[in-house]
């Protein structure tokens, strides 16, 4: 008897499931298409953050300190500041980081580009250890070469069970002096210095990471692109009348890569 | 008998293959969501409050090139489709979801266990369909202990 009524609905579960599949098909799609063209949210708030700039700047110049000296790549004079806080485990820094990086060389010693460790330890627990892996290379004048493996390579560390071992690697390949790299890693000035840049951002009110400041102003997050950040960079160059051939003097190396303010220490 | 929970006149346990269904098609849509998210892959800033980029952007978010979503997708429209069977009283069809559910709840084990210990951040519309392929492990469970009285 139920197999009859059964019989007589056998259409209908296949309706359900091919209506289902279409829905999913159509549904997705549109999903698909609408969140290529759409902003993100969080981007939204960010943007909608810096609308209160006049706020934002106070806030900028009363925060604390930070690491000093800091890490800076470029001109230590530039009066135009570029501050980026990022997190070495977090997967958008390393996307970004080869956009600032960029940033960094086109404008070489018209800008003073500065580094802030800024570790989400909530969310990412191997983001501490890397920063102070990070500044212990530092100790050594290799804080750019280490940060340059720990962002190309964050998906290896990241993923791994032991990235101390990866960190002590690293350190090999870079050149460091191990032993002293492995007191430094667990001593106080390389802590000290991520977590003075931890009550710089947390004094700023930093949320996300990577953020980036020109000049005390918080950048959208959807303008953290080459494009994006040299229109800022540029606005504020010519605001602060640098725009024109400025002396490529001040800290440059023979390679083109100036060295760091803690690193000429 | 294995016949109650397909029986409208029962204790209302017909339901459960129906209930089945609506849990994963929540479980679809969280499914077809990371697994669009992954293709649109727009990096967004990380914060506070969600591990969500880590989780979505480690190496465990592909499998032989294939997104781990779009696997979860199609074991929910499987096991959607297999419940709607069910529901309509192919009883054959609950034993294969049940087959079906057992394999994706140890796979989810496995997923939790790579969020908690190996890459060390959650992503909530994991959890979200961790908790969905419980619930039909558990709805699937609770029909045979109910139907073996």
């Known amino acids: ?265 | 008998m294995s016949e109650n929970i397909f029986k409208q006149n029962g204790n209302g346990f017909f339901k459960l293959p129906i209930l089945a269904a609506f849990i994963a098609l929540l479980g679809l849509a969280d499914a077809v969501y990371l697994t669009i998210h992954h293709f649109t892959g727009e990096a967004v800033p990380c914060n506070m409050v969600t591990g969500c980029e880590t989780v979505l952007s480690s190496q465990y978010a592909e499998m032989f090139g294939i997104p781990t979503a779009a696997f979860g997708a199609a074991a929910y429209f499987l096991a959607f489709s297999l419940a709607i069977l069910a529901a309509y009283g192919n009883r054959s069809m609950w034993n294969i979801f049940g087959a079906l559910v057992v394999v994706m709840a140890t796979f989810t084990a496995y997923l939790i266990y790579l969020q908690g210990f190996v890459i060390e951040a959650f992503c909530q519309f994991c959890l979200i369909s961790a908790a969905t392929t419980s619930l039909l492990f558990i709805i699937f469970i609770f029909s045979k202990v109910y139907n073996s009285r």
């Open chain 1, 1 to 265: 008897m139920e197999s009859k009524s059964n019989n007589n609905n056998s259409g209908t579960p296949l309706l359900i499931i091919g209506a289902v599949f279409l829905l999913v098909l159509i549904g997705g799609w549109w999903f698909y298409t609408s969140s290529k063209s759409k902003p993100n949210p969080i981007a939204k708030n960010t943007a909608a953050n810096t609308q209160a700039s006049q706020s934002a700047a106070e806030i900028y110049a009363n925060s604390p300190p930070g690491a000093q000296p800091p890490h800076i790549l470029g001109s230590q004079t530039s009066p135009v500041i570029v501050e980026e806080f990022a997190d070495y485990q977090c997967p958008t820094c390393s996307v970004k980081y080869p956009v600032l990086k960029q940033i960094a060389s086109i404008y070489n010693n018209r800008i003073k580009f500065i580094f802030r460790n800024f570790p989400l330890v909530q969310m990412h627990p191997k983001a501490y250890d890397a920063a102070v892996a990070a500044e212990a290379a530092g100790l050594q004048n290799k804080f750019w070469d280490m940060q340059n493996l720990l962002f190309t390579k964050q998906a290896e560390w990241s993923a791994s069970t032991d990235h101390r071992k990866l960190f002590t690697d690293y350190a090999q390949q870079i050149g460091l002096d191990m032993p002293k790299f492995q007191s430094d890693i667990v001593g106080l000035p390389a802590k000290q210095r991520v977590d003075s840049d931890l009550q710089r951002a947390q004094g700023l009110r930093v949320n996300s990471t990577p953020s980036v400041y020109v000049n005390g102003l918080l950048v959208p997050f959807e303008q953290m692109t080459v494009e994006g950040l040299r229109q800022i960079v540029d606005a504020e160059l010519q605001r602060t009348g640098n725009s024109q051939n400025q002396p490529k003097t001040e800290n440059s190396t023979e390679t083109g890569q100036p060295k760091t303010g803690a690193e000429n220490k």
